[in-house]
């Protein structure tokens, strides 16, 4: 089974009121005066790259929150859960030991190092931690490609969801889309892209409490949900729902671990003004995500026991979830709140992916060949154009190769970075050798079975990912490796990235 891509091809139902129109334009001016805001505060690379590394604790959680969930949280999710019963909950279930995890094993030390060595990227700290400009270029590469992905993905969903709000048609809605976010990104950079995922994560949050209240009154309250949806169909409400129990634990493998590799959430750690406010990074992460997540359960089980008990019609897709409760069930006004959260949600994520993809190319990819580029800020804006042109022209290809693009990048960013970065941060014993195989296995790996399934010349076992094969591989190949050449080890840890380890 392959990892569920962010939105399908089909078309939203239409979603064309004033009040639903006029709530979208409220919100792209909020957007356009934070980006004019940020824009005369980013005088340099730093600032265009990693914020000036001012960002407080409550912004950076915030700021990351909106950029895991993207729109996914809204359409896709409620849509899995509508699907696939309690099974869909695996993928969000590792949420509080993820962002744990981060904080204990990543955050402070990506911090020290943006301090201590001037290190705006991730590929920077793991080409810092192994001494490797080899392993900083593939851990680029390997960005690029899932960035082009992910960012052509995110930019079809959010040129749906114009349309469906405002009734221009796709591909108008796709440029449109792409240039609303490309303006605040593209002249406050981060900056911009952070204080925007403030207002959009609130904005989220903000609708997921509402919609969640609405799903509780409308479904006469959880047990009543539960009984109409036994009555048809106790499948759904088993512990693996209609997933295979393999496919649910890979999920919860693939998301859980996966997540320290993430670099659009991993990179804000550089953000960061004061590491010493980072003990309160988990709990304020995993309230936020708690919250509004409450949307991605709510409405899937609301809508499935509505379908169930014959008040709703069977849905014709099920990302048409969340829209067919909200136009039925709850105040225009709140539906417009709610579909301006899921443009916000995914003009946060595809404003991250500008940035470490404009990154990769700016600054990872020349220093890899030793030809570090003069002024990264103009060629840093210079790229985040072309990605962005690039991206959105993808958007207009056919859904298959979107959808294909979208599906092997969270496993590319979790089999090529996690073992690399969460692992070689923490053990003195990773060698550049045991970093470099994992890169390169990663890649092979993802790449090359979902490229064999698209073209459906492999099928692997019922409740198997790529994304988790990927990820085990990956860290066998770093952990073996690494043990071969551990007499290496010490020869490749600079004195001031061991001192970093070690606080």
């Not at 934070?34 to 005088?43: F, L």
Request: net charge positive; aromatic share 10%; glycine share 12%.
């Amino acid at each position: 089974m392959r990892p569920v891509t962010l939105l399908q091809e089909a078309a939203l139902p239409a979603l064309q009121t004033p009040q639903i129109v006029g709530v979208a334009l409220l919100y792209f001016l909020v957007v356009a005066a934070i980006g004019v805001w940020a824009t005369r505060r980013t005088r340099s690379a730093k600032d265009f790259f990693v914020a000036g590394s001012g960002v407080g604790i409550w912004t950076l959680a915030i700021a990351a929150m909106a950029a895991t969930l993207s729109g996914f949280a809204f359409i896709g999710g409620p849509g899995l859960v509508y699907s696939l019963g309690f099974g869909a909950v695996f993928l969000v279930l590792p949420a509080s030991l993820t962002n744990t995890l981060g904080a204990w094993v990543l955050a402070k030390r990506m911090r020290l190092l943006g301090e201590v060595r001037g290190l705006i990227t991730v590929p920077d700290a793991i080409g810092a931690r192994f001494r490797s400009p080899a392993a900083q270029g593939l851990s680029a590469v390997a960005i690029l490609v899932a960035t082009v992905g992910y960012m052509a993905t995110n930019v079809l969903a959010l040129g749906l969801v114009i349309d469906a709000i405002f009734g221009i048609g796709l591909t108008p809605g796709i440029w449109i889309g792409t240039a609303i976010t490309l303006g605040y990104s593209v002249s406050g950079g981060i900056m911009a892209g952070v204080y925007t995922d403030l207002f959009q994560g609130s904005l989220m949050a903000l609708a997921s409490v509402l919609v969640f209240v609405f799903t509780l009154q409308v479904g006469g309250g959880a047990l009543a949900m539960t009984d109409a949806i036994a009555a048809v169909d106790a499948a759904w409400l088993a512990p693996w729902g209609k997933l295979p129990a393999l496919a649910a634990l890979s999920f919860f493998f693939v998301f859980g671990i996966g997540s320290l590799g993430q670099p659009h959430v991993v990179h804000k750690f550089y953000m960061l003004r004061d590491p010493r406010r980072l003990r309160w990074y988990p709990l304020i992460m995993t309230v936020a995500l708690g919250v509004t997540l409450l949307l991605y359960v709510g409405v899937g089980f609301a809508v499935r026991a509505l379908v169930a008990g014959g008040r709703l019609a069977a849905l014709a897709s099920p990302d048409d979830a969340t829209p067919a409760f909200l136009l039925h069930f709850t105040p225009v006004l709140l539906a417009g709140l709610v579909f301006s959260g899921v443009a916000a949600a995914i003009m946060s994520t595809v404003n991250s992916f500008m940035s470490i993809g404009a990154a990769a190319l700016t600054h990872d990819l020349p220093r890899a060949i030793g030809r570090p580029i003069a002024n990264e800020l103009r060629w840093g804006r210079i790229f985040t154009v072309l990605l962005s042109l690039a991206a959105a022209l993808v958007a207009q290809a056919s859904g298959t190769l979107v959808a294909f693009l979208g599906i092997f990048g969270w496993g590319l960013f979790a089999s090529t970075l996690v073992p690399a970065l969460a692992i070689g941060l923490n053990w003195d014993g990773a060698t550049r050798e045991g970093a470099i195989a994992s890169i390169m296995t990663g890649l092979v790996l993802t790449l090359g079975c979902e490229s064999l399934g698209y073209l459906k010349l492999l099928t692997l076992p019922a409740g198997v990912t790529v994304s988790g094969l990927a990820l085990l591989a990956s860290l066998v190949a770093f952990l073996g490796v690494s043990w071969l050449t551990r007499a290496r080890a010490a020869q490749q840890l600079d004195p001031d990235i061991r001192l970093v380890m070690e606080v």
